[in-house]
């Protein structure tokens, strides 16, 4: 059907893209509609746009990226993680600014999805309330973090990734973070190292929406990883019993952040 629409191996790839992508879809948003004759429908396109990326005729890079992002939220975990690291590789060889976002920006949504393939494997995890081992932090989860960081902190502002997909990568390491300390506060816990992994966790979350002016999409977020970073590191401080000019150079540090951010909820 495809070869007597489009005369062209791009031209079909691009039929295949603009039939599969919706743009009212979350960037983080995986789904696949529950209708049988839809599913089909999809399953054949993704099909047929594998088959043309790993055929002889060459498909824009770009356009290829694009396809990528679909294989992820049509939840094809396999496909997407074998295409996806072969496009890194791809996108590390290339110069131009788009290039180097759409690498950022793929390598987030990787992270993300090997993070939840480690949840899924290991899904007894998130309700070992009395278990110590329930706050080790994954290797999944920091990758993540540092993944995220890195394309927002330590990334040209025109090369950072969207607006969107960072706050919705923020939101969910957000309510894990969130989690922890919930369960580390209600088991009244001594403040570990591994806490500490959390602490410095939040802390970068807060970095990153401090560079990312994300008190002007959601503040109350913003604001309530602010104030959580600022009363852990309180509690730590009491916990350590540091001297006095000890705690006025921790308390100063969270300060700079604060009043800009909480100035937009006003």
């Known amino acids: ?46 099909s047929a746009g594998i088959s043309l990326l790993s ?7 770009m356009s290829a990226v694009r396809f990528i992002k679909i294989l992820f939220q049509y939840k094809q975990p396999e496909a997407f993680t074998e295409l996806a690291t072969e496009m890194l590789q791809v996108l590390s060889g290339v110069e131009g600014q788009s290039f180097r976002r759409a690498e950022l920006e793929l390598a987030l949504l990787d992270r ?11 899904p007894s995890e998130d309700n070992m309330m009395d278990d110590k081992s329930s706050f080790l932090m994954g290797d999944e989860f920091r990758d993540l973090v540092e993944t995220l960081h890195k394309s927002v902190c330590a990334s040209a502002p025109e090369v950072q ?17 969130k989690l922890m300390i919930q369960k580390y506060q209600l088991q009244n816990q001594e403040f570990t190292h591994h806490h500490e992994k959390w602490l410095r966790c939040l802390f970068t ?3 990153v929406a401090d560079a990312r002016d994300l008190a002007t999409v959601d503040c109350i977020m913003t604001v309530e ?23 006025e150079a921790a308390c100063e540090g969270v300060k700079p952040s604060s009043p800009p951010l909480l100035e937009v909820c006003k």
């Open 1 to 46: 059907m495809l070869m007597g629409l489009f005369d062209s191996a791009p031209a079909q790839f691009l039929g295949i893209l603009e039939a599969l992508w919706d743009s009212t879809k979350r960037p983080l948003q995986t789904r696949m509609p529950d209708e049988p004759d839809l599913q089909e429908v999809i399953l054949e396109l993704l």
């Open 205 to 207: 979350l807060c970095e």
């Open 112 to 122: 993300f999805h090997s993070l939840l393939s480690s949840q899924r494997s290991h």
């Open 161 to 177: 990734p969207d607006g969107d997909l960072v706050l919705d990568v923020v939101l969910f390491l957000w309510g894990k973070v």
């Open 225 to 247: 990883m602010i104030h959580t970073l600022a009363i852990l590191l309180e509690s730590a401080a009491e916990r350590s019993h540091p001297s006095p000019g000890a705690c």
């Open 55 to 61: 055929g002889e005729n060459k498909v824009p890079i």
